[in-house]
């Protein structure tokens, strides 16, 4: 029986990307900015939809910092952030010279609670420092509590840097991830729902705030002849090989979003009558996931003690690739010593959460061998 590698998320080309790499090759744009970086922009931006200027960069977390940047923070300004995320989320911050302020999750969507975002933004305000911007994540592909979240910001005025790095395809009320915030994110990492080897976007509401990301990322050079600067500038900008890379991919995407979706109809299927495992999915109609990664949660007094750990073991065993949820950030050691507001819900889906083979390439050998791990475990 193959026993190759099943990867938690892996590359997965469509066979036109080198069409546009060898373009690349062929007219000399080996550079930061080309026909290539022109065109992947303007295709995101047809995805997205209206009111949407996409800037294409070397990486998400790039282009978080860019929205920081561009959204004022200042060393000291406090910024808060959701806590279940990676921490491209809120390096950023630190970036800054800022204050991270962590916020809890809610279980339906897991991702940051309206309840304790609003508790967060109160106490901050009653110390005198009112929140500079408000990250929220689209953990996994599944849009946040949309209305909710932006209902609390709108109320203290407060922007929100929408982290749309795992949610490009997914919606909310048929919107697509990546337009509700005030400035969004979005990555092209190798083990996203497209891939630009590596790379990531700044989305924008108008043309002017597009341009000045542009400008920050390609080292803030003025208009001169010579090489001058009169602001601090950073090399952010994507290559024209690596966006030719994105183009090929943008012709596939949609079908990629089918291939993640059905992986995870696979396993709501598969748990829908085993006792103790729940399966991260859409609250209700208006939310749609792209699913970038199939998510349970284990609970151990109702699968006769069997843990989270024990099944990524029992994958691990036969080549097969899972990985916890990511450890919040407020329990993590970089960020212990900053505030932190919510109960227990991010702690216990990290001791508690599974995230499963979920890429748009597996097989159906693949998820034989992947329900073959799943019935010893379970039955």
Sequence with gaps: MNNSKIWLSSPHMGGTEQKYVQDAFDTNWVAPLGPNVNGFETDLENYLGEKSFIGALSSGTAAIHLGLILLDVKQGDEVICQTMTFSASANPIMYQGA???????????????????????????????????????????????????HAVAAKYDIPVLEDSAEALGSHYKNKKCGTFGDIAALSFNGNKIITTSGGGAIVTQNKETKEKAVFLSTQARDNATHYQHSEVGYNYRMSNICAGIGRGQMEILDAHIQLRRKMHQFYAEYFANIEGVVVLK??????????????????????????????????????????PLWKPMHLQPIFEKYPYYGGEVSESLFENGLCLPSGSNLTDEDRSRIKDVLDIFFK
């Design 99 to 149: 204050i991270p302020i962590f916020v809890d999750s809610e279980l339906e969507t897991w991702n940051i609670c309206p309840v304790s975002l609003e508790k967060a933004i109160v106490d901050r305000i009653s110390n005198g420092n009112t929140p500079k911007a408000i990250i929220a994540v689209h953990l996994y592909g599944m849009p946040y509590k949309v209305d909710e979240i």
């Design 282 to 323: 859409e609250i209700d109609n208006d939310y749609f996931s792209n699913h970038w990664l199939s998510a349970i949660i284990i609970d151990p007094e109702k699968t006769g003690g069997k843990t989270r750990e024990d099944l990524r073991m029992a994958f691990d065993e036969k080549n097969i690739e899972s990985r």
